[in-house]
């Protein structure tokens, strides 16, 4: 999923995250967040904190889905520590 913020200055993906093995994810999202085109973090999120940003987002910030992201990314262990 993409949300973008009323200005477009904001952007968050949420991406669907696989292992090495093919096995999806039940319990982490890969969160990107852009700000003004520039990557600014990257790290995995538990899917519970995923449903309550989208919320507080969409409801408290305007944000609007922009995009539904499908396609799982590859696990990176070395994001993992940024949890």
Do not use: W
């Amino acid at each position: 999923m993409q949300l973008t913020s009323k200005d477009a200055n904001m952007v968050v993906d949420f991406y669907p995250v696989k292992f090495a093995d093919g096995d999806i994810s039940t319990r982490y999202i890969l969160k990107i967040v852009t700000f003004m085109g520039q990557s600014q973090s990257k790290r995995y999120i538990l899917k519970r904190d995923f449903d309550r940003e989208v919320d507080s987002r969409v409801e408290g910030y305007g944000y609007e889905v922009t995009d539904i992201h499908t396609i799982p990314q590859l696990y990176n262990g070395a994001l993992a520590c940024a949890c």
